[in-house]
């Protein structure tokens, strides 16, 4: 019950320092910015195309023509915005010698690492929830099938949950914010790409596992509507390892 009150207290006080932040709320003003532009640019496509007659026999699916824009501006976005919030993680402490005071504490690493990422990914998921209004607000003046719109906003959601362990292993691995930004990034975009080897390879296991180590492989489902276990439990045990690399990092700067 301790180490649980102790992860508490930390995740509150990052909480709050996240939602002080000028940073943040600069973020968050530029990405809704580009959301609402975004959507209302698709909503008005759509708009125009199932009023055209000359469209009378297409489909016209509004999940794929408006929500699925919308949802890959916010997994776009995303990818830069995470590295920008999880840069102060350990950086900031490092530089300004609160580690120290940290790890001299009565508190575990674990605890630490806990309290710092699951602030980090409850604002971020602030964010997410913000997105998700779009889709939910259309519901007002349109019917439409909601299974693919949960299914792809609780892929983000443990999209931005991984990104947060690799922003955070990134921050626990230098006493620089920008460079641990640029860190977070090429690691977020080395776990995108991998998904672009699938295929590549001659041997047939060598190309099962690059597509079962793939992020966009398992979020494609969600985004589909589709929600496998196999694919929540590859994103819940992608974001431990890193944690706990994030973890080991920590512990190690406890005895240098």
């Given amino acids: 019950m301790k180490q649980i009150n102790v992860t508490l207290v930390i995740f509150f006080k990052e909480l709050k320092a996240y939602f002080r932040s000028p940073l943040f709320y600069s973020l968050s003003f530029f990405y809704t910015a580009l959301l ?3 959507f209302l640019r698709s909503l008005t496509a759509f708009a125009l195309a199932s009023s055209n007659p000359m469209m009378a026999g297409q489909s016209k699916n509004i999940h794929q023509m408006v929500f699925m824009p ?3 501006m916010v997994y776009l976005i995303m990818l830069f ?3 920008l919030i999880t840069m102060r993680m350990f950086a900031e402490e ?3 010698r609160t580690m120290d005071l940290l790890l001299t504490a009565p508190i575990s690493s674990t605890q630490i690492v806990m309290g710092k990422f699951l602030a980090a990914w409850l604002a971020l998921s602030f964010l997410l ?5 779009y889709p939910l607000s259309t519901g007002l003046i349109a019917e439409f099938d909601y299974a693919p719109v949960w299914g792809s906003y609780l892929g983000m959601f443990l999209l931005i949950g991984l990104n947060c362990s690799l922003g955070m292993l990134a921050s626990s691995l230098t006493s620089s914010a920008l460079f641990a930004s640029f860190l977070g990034f090429l690691f977020m975009l080395s776990m995108l790409l991998i998904g672009a080897l699938v295929g590549s390879f001659n041997h047939p296991f060598w190309s099962a596992l690059a ?3 793939a992020v966009v492989m398992h979020i494609q489902d969600f985004f589909n509507g589709t929600i496998e276990l196999t694919g929540i439990v590859f994103m819940l045990s992608s974001i431990l390892l890193f944690s706990f690399f994030a973890q080991r990092v920590v512990e190690s700067s406890r005895w240098r």
């Fill in 129 to 133: 929830l913000l997105a998700m209004l």
């Fill in 36 to 38: 609402s532009f975004q």
């Fill in 94 to 96: 490092k530089k300004e």
């Fill in 81 to 83: 915005l995470t590295p």
């Fill in 70 to 72: 919308h949802i890959n």
């Fill in 211 to 213: 597509e079962q180590l």
